[in-house]
C-alpha cells in the first residue's frame, strides 16, 4: 500500500507513476555528447542528474536496469571542427613569413566581419564583436612591430592566438574541401571521447551498461532508412534521404512533435538541427529533417543506396536504441534542450520504422544549467570545462549542489550555490566525526571485558524514544521524497533535519548517549548517501577515501592517536596550572600543524576528551588555507579602516586649521568678498558677477563662525 512512485513524464508533462514495461525491468536510453569539444558543465549537469535518478532507481527502489548510452562520432559539428583544427595546426607549422601572416589574418577578418555585422542574435554579435576586436589589436601591434623592428616572434605567436576562429575559418573555406582522410575526424573524436570518459569517471558517474558509437552503426542507419522509405515517410533527393514531416503528420495512427508540438515552427531550431553543413536543396518541406545526407567534399562517407554519404544526426539515436534496446523502451533521456526538434524527430523516426505510436513511455529531460545567472553557451564561449569546476570544488561538492537542486529544474552554477554545497558537505563531515567520537568514547568507556556487549545496550529514556521517533519520522519522509519524482531536494532537507536532531541530542547528553541508536542513524544516513553517489568506497559510517586500505590504516591508527590526543590534554593541563607558554604552543603547533599534515583534525572540548578526526589531507589543508585567507582578508579590513580613520582625521585636522577668512577664496565660484573673506559675489552661468543672496549670505556667515570656533580651538592647542 502507500505512495507509488511517480516520475515527471516530458510527454505528458505531469508526473505519472512509474511502471516499466516488463516486471522491474528498466530499458534506459541516454543521449550521449556530440564529442568534438572537451565535456563542460552542461555535460555535468546531464549526465551526474541522471546518474543520481538511475542509482537511486536502482539502488533505493530496486529496478533492474539497462542503461543504453552513446557517442555522436559523426556530425557537422565534429566535421568543421576537426578540418579546422588540422587546417590551422598544418598553417602553423608551416614556416611562412611575417608579410604573409599578416596578408592571410587580414583576409581572413573580412568574411568575419561580414558575419558579425549580419549576426541579429545580440549575444552571439558581442561574442564575435570582441574575437574580432581581439584579432584586430593583435594584427596591428605585429603591424607596428614589423616595420619599427620590435619583438615580432611573440606577437606573432599573439597574433596566430587571437586569430585562431577566424584565420581558421577561412582556412576551412578555402581549402576545407581538400581534407579527405578519415582519421582528422577520428583523431578528434578519441581523444574527445577520451576526456569524456575521464570526467565521467572523475564525478563519480557510473557507466553506461552499454556504450554505443554512430561510426560502429551506419549499415544500421542505412538499413533503418530504408525501412522508413518502405514505410511511406521519407524520401531521396540527389543522394540525400529527408524524412516527410507532413505525411508522418496526417497519417492518423501518428501526430509529429510530441514533446514541443508548439515549436513546429521554430525554423532557427530546425535549422541547427540539420547542422551548418547542411545544404537543404529538393526538400519538399522546410519541416523535413536529413536521415542520410549526401557528403560532399572534405566530409566524411561511407556506401549507401543513395550514394557516398553519412547518417543524420537524429536518426543515430533511433537506430542505436532499437538495436540495443529493441522497438519500446521505458526511459529516453538527455537535456532539456534536446526536446525539439531532436527528440521529437527521435520518435518520429521510431514510429515510423516500427509502425507503432508508443516508442517510449518516459521521457526525463534535466534541466538547463546557467553560469552566475548567464545562459550557457559553447556558441558564446560562455562555458566551464568539468576539469575547470574540478579545479575549485571536489566531485562530491559538485554532486551535493546536485542533489540540492531538482533534477528537472534549472540549476545555476555559481559561487553562492558551490559555497552552499561546500558548507553542507562541511555539515555533514562534522556530523560524522561527532557520532564516530561519541562511539569511540563510549567503546573506551565500556571497556574489554567480558560484560562490554552488556554496558553497550543501555535502556532507552525518554530522550532515546524522541530521538527514534525523529529517526522513524525523517526515514518515512526521505521515502516520500524519493517517491515523487526522485526529489532529492526533499530528502537532502530530511536528512540534514536527522543530522541536526543528533547533533542536539549529543550535544545534550555528552557522555551519556545511546551508541546503538547513534551508529544505527548514522548508518542509514551513510546509506542513502552511497545511493546517491556520494560515498564510492566501502565505510559502513560516513565519508569514505573510497580506498579501503586506507580505512583499514584509520582504523589501526585510531587508539594511538586518541591516547595522543589524551596525553596532549595532561600536558595543556600541566602547562596551563604552571604558566608554561611554550609547552602549550607546542601542544597548539601539534593541533594546528603537524596532525593535519598526517590527515588529523583535533577538536579541543571543554570538559571532555578532544574529538578525533580522521580526514582527507587535502581537505585539511584547503580548510586551513580557507581560514589563513579569511583572517587576512580581516586583517586586511581592519588595516583598511584604521587607515581610512586617520585618513578622515587628518583632513578634518586639516580642515580645522584653515583661518575663516581664507576658507572660502578656494572655491572658483566664488568672486569678491568682504574684509572677513565671506562671499559677497558669485559667478553667474553667463560669466558675469552676481550678488550673494541674503540666504546664501545667513547659511555663509554661520560656515565662517563654525570655522573661526574650530581655527581658534585649533591655534590654542
Given at each position: 500500500?502507500?505512495?507509488?512512485?511517480?516520475?515527471?513524464?516530458?510527454?505528458?508533462?505531469?508526473?505519472?507513476?512509474?511502471?516499466?514495461?516488463?516486471?522491474?525491468?528498466?530499458?534506459?536510453?541516454?543521449?550521449?555528447?556530440?564529442?568534438?569539444?572537451?565535456?563542460?558543465?552542461?555535460?555535468?549537469?546531464?549526465?551526474?542528474?541522471f546518474?543520481i535518478?538511475?542509482?537511486?532507481?536502482?539502488?533505493?527502489?530496486?529496478?533492474?536496469?539497462?542503461?543504453?548510452?552513446?557517442i555522436?562520432?559523426?556530425?557537422?559539428?565534429i566535421i568543421?571542427?576537426?578540418?579546422?583544427?588540422?587546417l590551422?595546426?598544418?598553417?602553423i607549422?608551416?614556416?611562412r613569413s611575417?608579410e604573409?601572416?599578416l596578408?592571410d589574418?587580414?583576409?581572413?577578418?573580412?568574411?568575419?566581419?561580414?558575419?558579425?555585422?549580419?549576426?541579429?542574435?545580440?549575444d552571439?554579435?558581442?561574442m564575435?564583436?570582441?574575437?574580432?576586436?581581439?584579432?584586430?589589436?593583435?594584427l596591428?601591434?605585429?603591424?607596428?612591430?614589423?616595420?619599427?623592428?620590435?619583438?615580432v616572434?611573440?606577437?606573432?605567436?599573439?597574433?596566430?592566438?587571437?586569430?585562431?576562429?577566424?584565420?581558421?575559418?577561412?582556412?576551412?573555406?578555402?581549402?576545407?574541401?581538400?581534407?579527405?582522410?578519415?582519421?582528422?575526424?577520428?583523431?578528434?573524436?578519441?581523444r574527445?571521447?577520451?576526456?569524456?570518459?575521464?570526467?565521467?569517471?572523475?564525478?563519480?558517474?557510473?557507466?553506461?551498461?552499454?556504450?554505443?558509437?554512430?561510426?560502429?552503426?551506419?549499415?544500421?542507419?542505412?538499413?533503418?532508412?530504408?525501412?522508413?522509405?518502405?514505410?511511406?515517410?521519407?524520401?531521396?533527393?540527389?543522394?540525400?534521404?529527408y524524412?516527410?514531416?507532413?505525411?508522418?503528420?496526417?497519417?492518423?495512427?501518428?501526430?509529429?512533435?510530441?514533446?514541443?508540438?508548439?515549436a513546429?515552427?521554430?525554423m532557427?531550431?530546425?535549422?541547427?538541427?540539420?547542422?551548418?553543413?547542411?545544404s537543404?536543396?529538393?526538400?519538399?518541406?522546410?519541416?523535413?529533417?536529413?536521415?542520410?545526407?549526401?557528403?560532399?567534399?572534405?566530409?566524411?562517407?561511407?556506401?549507401s543506396?543513395?550514394?557516398k554519404?553519412?547518417?543524420?544526426?537524429?536518426?543515430e539515436?533511433?537506430?542505436?536504441?532499437?538495436?540495443i534496446l529493441?522497438?519500446?523502451?521505458?526511459?529516453h533521456?538527455?537535456?532539456?534542450?534536446?526536446?525539439?526538434?531532436?527528440?521529437?524527430?527521435?520518435?518520429a523516426?521510431?514510429?515510423a520504422?516500427?509502425?507503432?505510436?508508443?516508442?517510449?513511455?518516459?521521457?526525463l529531460?534535466?534541466?538547463?544549467?546557467t553560469?552566475?545567472?548567464c545562459?550557457?553557451?559553447?556558441?558564446?564561449k560562455n562555458?566551464?570545462?568539468?576539469?575547470?569546476?574540478?579545479?575549485?570544488?571536489?566531485?562530491?561538492?559538485l554532486?551535493?549542489a546536485?542533489?540540492?537542486?531538482?533534477w528537472?529544474?534549472t540549476?545555476d552554477?555559481s559561487?553562492?550555490?558551490?559555497?552552499?554545497?561546500?558548507?553542507?558537505?562541511?555539515?555533514?563531515?562534522?556530523?560524522?566525526?561527532?557520532?564516530?567520537?561519541?562511539?569511540?568514547?563510549?567503546?573506551?568507556?565500556?571497556g574489554?571485558?567480558?560484560?562490554?556487549?552488556?554496558?553497550?545496550?543501555?535502556?532507552w529514556?525518554a530522550?532515546?524514544?524522541?530521538?527514534?521517533?525523529?529517526?522513524?519520522?525523517?526515514?518515512?519522509?526521505?521515502?516520500?521524497?524519493?517517491?515523487?519524482?526522485?526529489?532529492?531536494?526533499?530528502?537532502?532537507k530530511?536528512l540534514?533535519?536527522?543530522?541536526?536532531?543528533?547533533?542536539s541530542?549529543?550535544?545534550?547528553?555528552?557522555?551519556?548517549?545511546?551508541?546503538?541508536?547513534?551508529?544505527?542513524?548514522?548508518?542509514?544516513?551513510?546509506?542513502?548517501?552511497?545511493?546517491?553517489?556520494?560515498i564510492?568506497?566501502?565505510?559502513?559510517l560516513?565519508?569514505?577515501?573510497?580506498?579501503?586500505?586506507?580505512?583499514?590504516r584509520e582504523?589501526?591508527?585510531?587508539?594511538?592517536?586518541?591516547?595522543?590526543?589524551?596525553f596532549?590534554?595532561?600536558?595543556?593541563?600541566q602547562?596551563?596550572?604552571?604558566?608554561?607558554?611554550?609547552?602549550l604552543?607546542?601542544?597548539?603547533?601539534?593541533?594546528?600543524?603537524?596532525?593535519?599534515?598526517?590527515?588529523?583534525?583535533?577538536?579541543?572540548?571543554?570538559?571532555?576528551?578532544?574529538v578525533?578526526?580522521?580526514?582527507?589531507r587535502?581537505?585539511?589543508l584547503?580548510?586551513?588555507?580557507r581560514?589563513?585567507?579569511?583572517?587576512e582578508?580581516?586583517?586586511?579590513?581592519?588595516?583598511e579602516a584604521?587607515?581610512?580613520?586617520q585618513?578622515?582625521?587628518?583632513?578634518?585636522?586639516?580642515?580645522?586649521?584653515?583661518?575663516?577668512?581664507?576658507?572660502?577664496?578656494?572655491?572658483?565660484?566664488?568672486?569678491?568678498?568682504?574684509?572677513?573673506?565671506?562671499?559677497?559675489?558669485?559667478?553667474?552661468?553667463?560669466?558675469?558677477?552676481?550678488?550673494?543672496?541674503?540666504?546664501?549670505?545667513k547659511?555663509?556667515?554661520?560656515?565662517?563662525?563654525?570655522?573661526?570656533?574650530?581655527?581658534?580651538?585649533?591655534?590654542?592647542?
Open positions: 500500500g502507500g505512495s507509488k512512485l511517480v516520475l515527471y513524464n516530458s510527454l505528458t508533462r505531469k508526473k505519472e507513476p512509474f511502471v516499466p514495461l516488463v516486471g522491474r525491468q528498466v530499458k534506459w536510453y541516454m543521449c550521449g555528447p556530440t564529442v568534438y569539444d572537451v565535456p563542460h558543465m552542461g555535460h555535468a549537469r546531464s549526465y551526474m542528474s546518474d535518478v538511475r542509482r537511486v532507481l536502482s539502488d533505493y527502489f530496486g529496478f533492474d536496469i539497462m542503461y543504453v548510452m552513446n555522436t562520432d559523426i556530425d557537422d559539428k568543421v571542427r576537426a578540418r579546422r583544427y588540422h590551422f595546426e598544418e598553417y607549422s608551416q614556416d611575417t604573409d601572416l596578408a589574418i587580414a583576409a581572413s577578418l573580412g568574411p568575419f566581419r561580414q558575419k558579425r555585422d549580419g549576426e541579429k542574435d545580440k552571439k554579435k558581442a564575435l564583436e570582441r574575437l574580432v576586436g581581439r584579432a584586430e589589436q593583435a596591428d601591434a605585429l603591424e607596428k612591430a614589423s616595420k619599427s623592428g620590435g619583438d616572434d611573440s606577437l606573432r605567436k599573439t597574433l596566430q592566438t587571437e586569430a585562431k576562429d577566424p584565420l581558421s575559418a577561412w582556412l576551412d573555406a578555402v581549402k576545407g574541401a581538400s581534407v579527405c582522410d578519415h582519421s582528422i575526424f577520428s583523431r578528434l573524436t578519441q574527445m571521447e577520451a576526456f569524456f570518459h575521464r570526467d565521467m569517471d572523475a564525478l563519480n558517474i557510473l557507466p553506461a551498461s552499454c556504450l554505443t558509437r554512430v561510426s560502429e552503426y551506419v549499415p544500421e542507419v542505412v538499413a533503418y532508412t530504408e525501412k522508413i522509405i518502405a514505410n511511406g515517410f521519407a524520401y531521396e533527393v540527389d543522394g540525400s534521404v524524412f516527410d514531416v507532413e505525411k508522418f503528420d496526417s497519417d492518423p495512427n501518428h501526430y509529429y512533435a510530441k514533446l514541443v508540438p508548439e513546429v515552427g521554430d532557427s531550431a530546425l535549422a541547427e538541427g540539420e547542422g551548418e553543413l547542411a537543404g536543396k529538393g526538400k519538399r518541406s522546410d519541416k523535413d529533417f536529413a536521415l542520410w545526407k549526401a557528403s560532399k567534399p572534405g566530409e566524411p562517407a561511407w556506401q543506396p543513395w550514394g554519404g553519412r547518417p543524420g544526426w537524429h536518426i539515436c533511433s537506430v542505436m536504441a532499437c538495436d529493441g522497438e519500446k523502451l521505458d526511459i533521456s538527455g537535456g532539456v534542450d534536446l526536446r525539439f526538434p531532436h527528440h521529437d524527430n527521435e520518435i523516426q521510431a514510429e520504422c516500427h509502425n507503432h505510436d508508443a516508442w517510449v513511455q518516459y521521457f529531460h534535466a534541466g538547463h544549467l553560469i552566475e545567472g545562459k550557457m553557451s559553447k556558441s558564446l562555458f566551464i570545462t568539468i576539469q575547470e569546476a574540478l579545479e575549485r570544488y571536489g566531485s562530491r561538492q554532486r551535493l546536485f542533489l540540492t537542486h531538482a528537472n529544474a540549476l552554477y559561487e553562492n550555490v558551490m559555497q552552499e554545497a561546500r558548507q553542507l558537505e562541511k555539515f555533514f563531515s562534522e556530523f560524522f566525526h561527532h557520532v564516530k567520537d561519541a562511539l569511540r568514547v563510549q567503546a573506551s568507556s565500556a574489554n571485558d567480558e560484560l562490554a556487549s552488556v554496558k553497550a545496550n543501555q535502556k529514556g530522550p532515546e524514544k524522541e530521538l527514534h521517533a525523529q529517526f522513524v519520522e525523517k526515514k518515512a519522509q526521505v521515502h516520500e521524497a524519493l517517491l515523487d519524482s526522485i526529489n532529492t531536494v526533499g530528502a537532502m530530511s540534514r533535519e536527522l543530522a541536526v536532531v543528533v547533533n541530542y549529543m550535544q545534550q547528553h555528552k557522555l551519556q548517549v545511546n551508541s546503538r541508536l547513534l551508529e544505527d542513524i548514522a548508518t542509514y544516513i551513510t546509506q542513502v548517501f552511497r545511493v546517491f553517489g556520494l564510492t568506497g566501502d565505510s559502513s560516513g565519508w569514505s577515501s573510497g580506498d579501503a586500505q586506507a580505512l583499514s582504523e589501526a591508527a585510531l587508539p594511538f592517536v586518541s591516547e595522543l590526543a589524551n596532549r590534554e595532561l600536558v595543556r593541563a602547562a596551563r596550572e604552571h604558566k608554561l607558554p611554550a609547552l604552543a607546542a601542544c597548539d603547533r601539534l593541533r594546528n600543524e603537524v596532525l593535519p599534515d598526517l590527515g588529523v583534525s583535533l577538536e579541543d572540548r571543554a570538559d571532555m576528551p578532544p578525533v578526526k580522521f580526514v582527507d587535502a581537505t585539511l584547503e580548510e586551513r588555507l581560514e589563513q585567507a579569511a583572517q582578508e580581516k586583517q586586511h579590513l581592519k588595516a584604521k587607515r581610512k580613520a585618513e578622515q582625521q587628518a583632513l578634518k585636522e586639516a580642515k580645522r586649521r584653515i583661518p575663516p577668512s581664507e576658507m572660502f577664496r578656494s572655491d572658483e565660484k566664488f568672486t569678491q568678498f568682504d574684509e572677513q573673506g565671506i562671499p559677497t559675489h558669485e559667478r553667474a552661468p553667463d560669466g558675469t558677477d552676481k550678488p550673494i543672496s541674503g540666504k546664501q549670505r547659511r555663509l556667515v554661520k560656515l565662517y563662525d563654525q570655522q573661526k570656533e574650530l581655527y581658534e580651538k585649533s591655534q590654542q592647542s
